[in-house]
């Protein structure tokens, strides 16, 4: 691919670092070689390369390597832009157009790819599939990538954009692709996705038999479970009928007792009747006990309660006669209880007066306190004052002006004389103080024992109001055990007079269950000789006989109607299962075949499945990878030879050893260094060696692509790549632009470096200042 013609309308790059609505590039005359862009940081530079191509996306914007992770609206201003490039690839000019318009919020992008013929007419890109590019990013994405490659392929190895993902962080499974693609064996990912499509179809049609299979291993477990079913109907049908046979011989013998009772029914009119009068008089009896039983209850539950009743009285009369001596000594202790009150109350009104005295003395010792606390403040103060101004009066004599004429204007001086007058009002104050301090402690010395004093006559207080809350409550409770006095006589006399009703409630109770149970006893008897009496009846009576057969002949006649229904029931459901079990076997006969067809298709899919990993990443892919990586390797280190000498060796491995020693499908970059005598990662390297390994890398898959696998690239690109290098490296990296140019046969390389000695090595320059308005 190489650019010939570049256009660019409403684009940010162009506006901001241009100053212009559109720009155009003419390519075509430019000499092979290193072209250089130049300009300063923002003047559009990147908006130019990165445009340089027929992908539609920026590669210094995009997320990752996928029109789906770019998008030209960020780019664009105005309503409107267009790109226009026209670029040759093997031998054929193409022309791309993107066309963008936004008049509302919502804007519309066209794609078109078009081949100039020998007539120099512009025809719409057809390809052999009959995809036509007509303006849709689908059809245009796969008309470029079926004459140019594959996005990744482009921008992994001939476009070195800025902000690029570095080689070393690629995954095992994106390395295939890249090199699957480079290989020219992407037809086999091609093969293997339609053996994986055969192996879906008819794994699909598997499942269909396998759901058929699946809906007949329950038939025949449903036949299975029908034959089960009809020959417990059988044994369900044998059963039925033995017992209806065992009711109809019971109804046979039931008849025969039914004639021979009836014709006995004639002798027994007169015992009938007796039998009627012994029933009504058995009836009287039992009504008659039982109205004995709940008078016998009823009065019994009388007794109880008045037996209760006395109970509560005689312990209440015991309870009062029990305190006796205590109550008829409650009047000595209460005149005692008031002599004592009469006696304490006399002392304790003196006691309380004297009290008095002594709480207002103690209050004006508290004050003496006070003021005592009050005055030693103030005299400490006063006295400090003063030994100050006494100091300073000190001076008067000392100072040096004595005698000479500035001694009336000396300021210390005159300090010195003030303290002097004021130093003789303090001296009297503080006296004044001390005789006020003396007097008062004299006064508080003289109140200082009616504290203690105080202290003792209220604890004779609080000693004789004790005493006399005690003769006051010992009083009242004298008091009312005294006034219960009259209560003893009635209390004796009570509990005799309950005493004897309980004798006499004891005797009733005796009596009445004596009568009760003569009475119950009589009764019993009555019934018992009754129910004799009856029994000696019935033995001639049949018509209860009578009555029983015809009852228990009802009863088998119904038992024979159940016994006919269940049987009728099971013949019925016998027949519906044997007819269930005989379509079951019907449908079953193409068991066999159909488990056949199933296992016939499943070793179809494995041999589909088989096909398409051996044809995918895991096989041929994985074994023609392997066999590309020496030679992939190799070039690349005969870069690295022949622009930075023999320091660094890269070795690529595609395969990587787990625990347990087995091999699995990897990708690692390994660097040995010969001047360190060390091997290491790509990724663990400085910022400086991950650019200039990683460059080497990226040129040599350009390199591979051109020499090995047929891929006519005819231009690099590269957007200062040479950024963390330093100068000795810078030269020596463009030394590398030149040998791959020169190895893989490529016309021309655009790149972008802010270095000027890389500039200057250039063979053409697009300086971007000189393109602005």
Known sequence: MRPLKLTLEGFYGVRDGMKRDSITLDLESLPDG???????????????????????????????????????????????????????????????????????????????????????????????????????????????????????????????????????????????????????????????????????????????????????????????????????????????????????????????????LAAKAGESSTAEARLRELSVRAGELVKGVQALDGDERAASVRSQQRVNALKQTVTSHQTTLAHKDAILGAAARRDEAQLLIAREEVKLEPLQRVIAELEAKQVSHATLQSSLSGLMTQGQTKAAHFETLT???????????????????????????????????????????????????????????????????????????????????????????????????????????????????????????????????????????IHAESKQLAAVDVTAAIAETDRKLATNREAVAELEGRIEGAIRAQTVLQAEANGLAIELDGFSATQLRADRLSDEISQWKLLARGLGNDGVIALTIDDAGPALTDTVNRLLLACYGMRFTVEIRTQRALANGDLREGFEILVHDADADSTKSVSVMSGGQKVWINECLTRGIALYQAQNAGQPYQTLFSDESDGPLDPQRKLQFMRMKREVLKQGGYEREFFISQTPDLVSEADAVIDVRALAA
Not at 46 to 65: R, V
Not at 112 to 123: C, E, F, T
Not at 421 to 440: I, M, P
Not at 477 to 506: C, F, H, I, M, W
Request: charged share 25%.
């Open 391 to 529: 100091k300073q009066a000190a001076v008067v004599d000392q100072v040096p002006c004595v005698g000479h004429a500035m001694h009336a204007t000396c300021p210390l001086l005159s300090q010195a004389l003030q303290a002097q007058s004021q130093a003789e009002e303090q001296r009297v104050s503080v006296a004044e103080l001390r005789a006020q301090y003396r007097e008062k402690k004299a006064q508080a010395d003289a109140l200082a024992p009616v504290v203690a004093e105080l202290a003792a006559k209220r604890s004779e207080r609080d000693a004789l109001t004790a005493i006399l809350t005690e003769a006051r409550c010992n009083l009242q409770a004298a008091t009312e055990l005294a006034a219960s006095k009259p209560l003893l006589d009635a209390a004796a006399t009570g509990l005799e007079t309950a005493n004897a009703e309980l004798r006499q409630v004891a005797d009733e109770v005796a009596a009445r269950s004596a009568r009760y149970e003569s009475e119950k006893a009589r009764m019993t008897a009555e019934m018992t000789r």
């Open 34 to 260: 290193l072209i250089a862009l130049v300009g300063p940081n923002g003047a559009g530079k990147t908006t130019i390369m990165d445009n340089l191509h027929p992908y539609p996306i920026m590669p210094s914007h995009a997320s990752s390597l996928s029109v789906d992770a770019f998008s030209y609206w960020d780019h664009i201003c105005g309503t409107s832009a267009l790109k226009e490039l026209e670029w040759e690839h093997d031998g054929i000019r193409y022309r791309s157009t993107f066309t963008f318009r936004k008049p509302g919020k919502t804007g519309k992008a066209e794609y078109y790819l078009a081949w100039r013929g020998s007539d120099d007419a512009w025809r719409p890109v057809t390809l052999p599939d009959g995809t036509v590019s007509d303006g849709k990013a689908v059809t245009y994405n796969r008309c470029v990538e079926a004459i140019n490659g594959s996005l990744q392929t482009f921008f992994t190895s001939v476009f070195s954009a800025q902000n690029r993902r570095p080689l070393a962080s690629y995954g095992a499974g994106e390395i295939k692709t890249l090199l699957a693609e480079m290989l020219g064996i992407e037809h086999l990912k091609a093969l293997s996705a339609k053996a994986g499509d055969v192996a879906k179809i008819l794994g699909r049609a598997l499942e269909e038999i396998q759901s058929d299979l699946t809906a007949l291993v329950g038939k025949r477990q449903r036949k299975a479970e029908v034959e089960r079913l009809v020959l417990a109907q059988g044994d369900v049908l044998r059963e039925t009928r033995a017992q209806r046979d065992l009711k109809l011989e019971e109804a046979t013998k039931l008849t025969q007792e039914r004639v021979t």
